[in-house]
């Protein structure tokens, strides 16, 4: 029997059912369990490339905790090269920064599919920059032409 939640603002619900997350996928399969598993596997083998004065959990730790502005413990760590997926976001990101894979990261994930106006920058693009500055001060006049009106009324 599914054990029930309650709050006094509201009735009594169901508890939700595990998610996605939870799953025990087939290593072969291609599910979102083992993609976190091979890349906290990747963070792991990185760690374990480091020089042997720099490749312990604490020191590692620290150089993500530079991230964050916030201690790392070790056990985070452990958690991100295990591949679970309840670990904070910030950790994994910090971990791909020092890896220095973030940008190839952030490139596969656009792909040039849907290139948005922050991607642009990251990229350097060119033509953004002079679109952009092309563009401000049309929007410096729409602007103040609101703002002249909205005084007015």
Avoid at 6 to 11: C, D, E, F, G
Avoid at 35 to 64: D, H, M, Y
Avoid at 80 to 108: Q, T, W
Avoid at 111 to 127: C, E, F, H, K, V
Wanted: some cysteine; proline content about 7%; hydrophobic content about 40%.
């Amino acid at each position: 029997m599914a054990s029930t939640k309650t709050n006094r603002n509201t009735a009594p619900a169901e508890e939700s059912p595990p998610g996605l997350f939870a799953e025990t996928p087939h290593p072969s399969e291609r599910h979102p369990v083992n993609f976190a598993r091979s890349i906290g596997l990747s963070i792991l083998l990185w760690r374990l490339s480091l020089p042997p004065s720099e490749r312990g959990q604490v020191s590692v730790c620290q150089r993500l905790s530079a991230y964050l502005g916030k201690p790392v413990d070790r056990s985070r760590l452990a958690r991100v090269e295990a591949g679970n997926l309840e670990v904070a976001y910030g950790v994994v990101f910090a971990a791909l920064c020092e890896m220095g894979c973030i940008e190839a990261v952030h490139d596969v994930i656009y792909n040039g599919d849907r290139a948005s106006l922050q991607y642009r920058q990251l990229t350097g693009d060119a033509a953004i920059f002079a679109a952009a500055e092309a563009a401000r001060p049309a929007a410096r006049d729409r602007l103040a032409a609101r703002t002249a009106e909205e005084r007015s009324t």
